[in-house]
DNA sequence: ACAATAGTGTCTATTAGACAATATGTA
DNA sequence: TACATATTGTCTAATAGACACTATTGT
């Protein structure tokens, strides 16, 4: 049926602009669903990707982890949803990156059944503040890899949702300034590397990716020099000079990923498959 | 408060996996909304960059155009609603590409009210079959061009969800085998060269496009030469040889979009704004 | 012959990869 | 001094940009 668009079937719709579901309708014809916003909030500690969870207290996959989320409301939209749910639930209320990547809605996902969610990805580089939830029950970080590979039972499918986010952040180092919202307004050029090789999972050659920073336009680079320097580490070595990020950001990372040669993954075109 | 995630809140919910909304729930607390799946099903047609619409019948935005989409049933996958809607509302039942790309959700979007639209990006090369739609009653490939310059009107947010889906077509057709999705099994280069040129909206130099599509591995290549010639256009010109899509397109496209150094487009990391 | 489209070659500038060498701190 | 980390430099390979040139068709 070639007809209407985004639009309820074509019966009489005796209703305003309210947000409430309509009074009598059909639900078979006129299926409503629960629409949640869940958050992947990523952070580099140690060299290491961390992403942090919250303990289950209720009866599904009760403590069991789980990515933080919850309800979006009728009045608002989905960012402001996800940016209300990240402060409520971890404390968290100023992330350096914040944004919707992927949608999850199969019909079993959610045992309760008919729960579409909405997830966005978070980065924000400072632990601190993270676990300084409201009033934060269980929610910690947790390496990726350790939850990637089975240590963590994480609730609904989580565990993928996780997986996919990882995946797309991997993407988005390579193309957007992302990797600068992993550390914060002043950063050596040390630690913005660590964040690289832990997202990518790779080694980067020191001196080429200094090299690579220093490749902007004359006007609009990639790093600044503060002048300032950081304390040296607890086992010597020189003290690193301290940066903030630049304007040539805006196409791209100068930093390439290397080409990954590994299993010849099979066709990933059709249906990225995100449910 | 930290607690439940993608949780019902903490309600004794007495319903089973069923699929319908609960009996009685209390909507502030336990919103539903109706999920729509709407679908941005481009080609490129004569260098030119198009996009499928449909005329709306019923009443929000009568005789507008509108992307093809429609309800998400309950026990169907976001995916499976998807192409559904693309088959039943347009014909189209074996796009070379399908993927989910953005969801939106603003509480104005609809003047109806709570619908939340996930939608998906569908690429075909074939023309012929798209208007012979099932039922067809009037759907239409529109010059993307055109429409955003506003000489279409288009219902609810349409307008800007194409805008950002021809944004992130243009961002994939860097990083991935995009390209090929939109020409048949066997093309020519100029083809597959008016293809990125139309959506990235450039001129590339024939030179260089082609020996950037010579340069895969020895045993994965870009493109295939099947031997084959095409005829040669109705105002003469040699008759260009056809190629068949290889195995190197993995790392995605050997073909770099110049770096747009136009507009000084402001902060687009926090919240790219899908809603 | 001439116009039109397809396809090749060549020179140079830029960027990437490997790796050596130097600088400056702590134990 | 020994060690550890930071920082710079150098040589080479690969890739990108600009542009000239050749090839094969239709009118």
Known sequence: MLSAVTDKPTKKRSRKAGH????????????????????????????????????RQADPYKDAWALPGGFKQPDESLDAAAFRELREETGVDA?????????????????????????????????????????????????????LDGDVALAFDHERILRDAVERAADQLEGSDLATAFVGPTFTLSELQSVY?????????????????????????YVVSTGERAAAGPKGGRPPELFEAGDAWIDGSPVKRAKRRTTKQSEQRMNSGNE
Chains 1, 2 share one sequence.
């Open 95 to 147: 992330p350096k990156h914040l944004a919707q990547f992927a949608t999850y809605g199969d019909p079993a996902r959610d045992p309760r059944g008919n729960v579409v969610t909405v997830v966005y990805l978070a980065v924000t580089p400072e632990v601190g503040s993270i676990e300084a939830g409201t009033d934060a029950d269980d929610a910690r970080l947790w390496p990726v890899s350790s939850v």
């Open 197 to 221: 090789e832990a997202i990518w999972d790779d080694q980067l050659d020191t001196g080429n990716f200094r090299r690579s920073l220093s490749m902007g336009s004359p006007d609009a680079s």
């Open 20 to 55: 409430q579901a309509p009074e009598g309708y059909d639900a078979s014809a006129y299926p409503t669903f629960s629409v949640t916003v869940d958050v992947v909030i990523m952070s580099v500690v140690d060299g290491q990707l961390m992403v942090l969870l919250v303990q």
